[in-house]
T-cell receptor
């Protein structure tokens, strides 16, 4: 399966700072997702994105979070004012839309100090 | 009702053994059930998936058994190898394009040589 790139691989930030996590998907994938995984816990859905709009979001995805695809290629997740509890692995996933299969990127480890 | 319950939390088998991981769900609208394999520091990798119209699906050494009436499904790994040592997550989603995945809590599998 084609690779999805996520940058950075590791981000350390101070509480209250803004972070932007990036995902570079394959062009023929229409659906993009962000999930997070707190260390040792299960993977949790944050938001899905289709046709430059949010199609679904979870209760975790509050006003501190935003997503966009600013240049039609990179898919970004912004956390406006990070909290300690935002420390987690953040995974970008993508799907073609013609099947249910979702493929995950390698993740960005976010550490908030 | 959106939860997916997974057991056991951890599992240790000898090489050649057949580990079995179980999942149960409540939402009858779920109709896509994938299993993901995750190695430390990596993103979840899609392993195998099933829909409720079949009771079993096999791909290589991996088999999903599905019991629609009991709302349960399980992963069997035949002839397990030390390289299968990883965390396994079951998940579920409702059929529509872009639907979120709801993950189980994960099972840490160790296959001893």
């Amino acid at each position: 399966e084609p690779e999805v790139t996520q940058t950075p691989s590791h981000q350390v930030t101070q509480m209250g700072q803004e972070v932007i996590l990036r995902c570079v998907p394959i062009s023929n994938h229409l659906y993009f997702y962000w999930y997070r995984q707190i260390l040792g816990q299960k993977v949790e859905f944050l938001v899905s994105f289709y046709n430059n709009e949010i199609s679904e979001k979870s209760e975790i995805f509050d006003d501190q979070f935003s997503v966009e695809r600013p240049d039609g290629s990179n898919f970004t997740l912004k956390i406006r004012s990070t909290k300690l509890e935002d420390s987690a692995m953040y995974f970008c996933a993508r799907a073609t839309g013609s099947s249910d299969e979702q493929y995950f990127g390698p993740g960005t480890r976010l550490t908030v100090t | 009702q959106q939860q997916v319950k997974q057991s056991p939390q951890s599992l240790i088998v000898q090489k050649g053994g057949i580990p079995i991981i179980n999942c149960a769900y409540e939402n009858t609208a779920f109709d896509y059930f994938p299993w993901y394999q995750q190695f430390p520091g990596k993103g979840p990798a899609l392993l195998i998936a099933i829909r409720p119209d079949v009771s079993e699906k096999k791909e290589g050494r991996f088999t999903i058994s599905f019991n629609k009436s009991a709302k349960q499904f399980s992963l069997h790994i035949m002839d397990s190898q030390p390289g299968d040592s990883a965390t396994y997550f079951c998940a579920a989603s409702m059929w529509r394009s872009g639907s979120r995945l709801t993950f189980g809590e994960g099972t840490q599998l160790t296959v001893n040589p």
